[in-house]
């Protein structure tokens, strides 16, 4: 891969991915640092919080969403609401705070008609705890929008884990610098410092830093804070905006603290290469690819020009 690009293994300072053994194997046989993806991360931290916290509430609130997708149950259901029964998948925790949404949503129209699910459904006690996880989940879905945003880097990962750390001490098992899932925290921590505009490098984020040593330093961009109402994350954020930024010597902007371009990337190729589409050929597929992420480059009539 790196051949088509005229690059050699020299070229490789460090490796963006998710803080799994191969990415580590990967990057240990490379002698370059592991940046774990910070999505993962916040995605492990989330997971275990709602399991610790909150695990046998969830599980019930998901019996009732089964229940509530049968035939029967459903057509009741869809006689009093058209919000429609929705339950978690264990991929993503997005989906228990759609299902716990869902579910505060129509407990109201379980009032009669549904005898019969009486074992199912919750308590007034596991309704007001639903609702409390809901609006904390509420926060973590703003931290997570934050990590999803071009933007983001790694100044910004550490103040929304800090942030969350101080509303949520347990998540410090995966969000925390020190934690066991960081494979190159000295790292991360030096690119943290001096993407927040800050020069106080130990001697040994200075040596970790040497490649990345530039001529002339810049100021760092500091984004101005929100002006309407803010969400968690965002006032995370804002007390951030306020620091001024210091000149730095090293280039660090084109360290990403996640790996969602390529995920996109590999929607985007999932989409393209469907079933239909099998026996496309690698040089087609690519060029598609190139096409569909730059469509902003390029329009009807640049297409136009070229075939004329």
């Given at each position: 891969?790196?051949?088509?690009?005229?690059?050699?293994?020299?070229?490789?300072?460090?490796v963006?991915?998710?803080?799994?053994s191969?990415n580590?194997?990967?990057?240990?046989k490379?002698?370059?640092?592991?940046?774990?993806?910070?999505n993962?991360?916040?995605h492990?931290?989330v997971?275990?919080?709602?399991?610790?916290?909150?695990g046998?509430?969830?599980?019930k609130?998901?019996?009732l969403?089964?229940k509530?997708s049968n035939?029967?149950?459903a057509?009741?259901l869809r006689?009093?609401?058209?919000?429609?029964a929705?339950?978690?998948n264990?991929t993503?925790w997005?989906?228990?705070?759609k299902m716990?949404?869902?579910?505060i949503?129509?407990?109201?129209?379980?009032l009669?008609g549904?005898?019969?699910?009486?074992?199912f459904?919750l308590?007034p006690?596991?309704?007001?705890?639903l609702?409390i996880?809901?609006?904390?989940?509420?926060?973590?879905?703003?931290?997570t929008?934050?990590l999803q945003?071009?933007?983001?880097n790694l100044?910004?990962?550490r103040t929304l884990?800090?942030?969350?750390?101080?509303?949520?001490?347990?998540?410090e098992?995966?969000l925390?610098?020190?934690?066991?899932?960081?494979?190159?925290?000295?790292?991360?921590?030096?690119?943290a410092?001096l993407q927040?505009?800050r020069?106080d490098?130990?001697?040994?984020?200075e040596k970790?830093?040497?490649?990345f040593k530039?001529?002339n330093?810049?100021d760092?961009e500091?984004t101005?804070p929100?002006?309407k109402?803010a969400s968690f994350?965002e006032r995370?954020l804002?007390?951030?905006?306020?620091?001024n930024?210091?000149?730095?010597?090293f280039?660090t902007?084109?360290i990403?603290?996640?790996?969602?371009?390529?995920?996109?990337l590999?929607?985007?190729a999932k989409n393209?290469?469907?079933?239909?589409?099998?026996?496309?050929?690698?040089?087609?597929l690519?060029?598609?690819?190139f096409?569909?992420?730059?469509?902003?480059?390029w329009d009807q009539n640049?297409?136009?020009k070229?075939?004329?």
């Open positions: 891969m790196l051949s088509i690009y005229n690059k050699e293994l020299k070229h490789v300072n460090f963006v991915g998710d803080n799994c191969t580590k194997k990967v990057t240990d490379l002698a370059v640092p592991l940046v774990g993806c910070a993962h991360r916040c492990l931290a997971n275990r919080f709602i399991e610790e916290n909150y046998c509430l969830i599980e609130t998901n019996n969403m089964k509530l035939l029967k149950a057509a009741k006689s009093k609401t058209p919000l429609k929705v339950m978690k264990e993503r997005l989906s228990v705070f716990v949404r869902r579910c949503l129509i407990q109201p129209f379980f009669e549904f005898e019969d699910l009486s074992e459904l308590s006690h596991e309704l007001k705890s609702k996880l809901e609006e904390k989940l509420v926060d973590l879905e703003s931290v929008y934050e945003k071009e933007d983001c100044a910004i990962v884990f800090d942030g969350v750390m101080e509303e949520h001490p347990e998540m098992h995966y925390s610098t020190s934690a066991a899932i960081v494979h190159s925290p000295i790292f991360e921590q030096a690119v410092k927040a505009g020069s490098l130990n001697p040994s984020e970790i830093m040497a490649s530039k001529e330093g810049k760092i500091i101005s929100p002006t109402k994350a995370l804002s007390d951030r905006a306020k620091t930024a210091q000149p730095s010597s280039e902007k084109h990403k603290p996640t790996s969602n371009i390529i995920e996109r590999f929607s985007e393209v290469y469907t079933d239909g589409r099998s026996s496309m050929m690698p040089t087609t690519e060029e598609t690819l096409l569909k992420c730059n469509r902003d480059l640049l297409v136009q070229l075939l004329v």
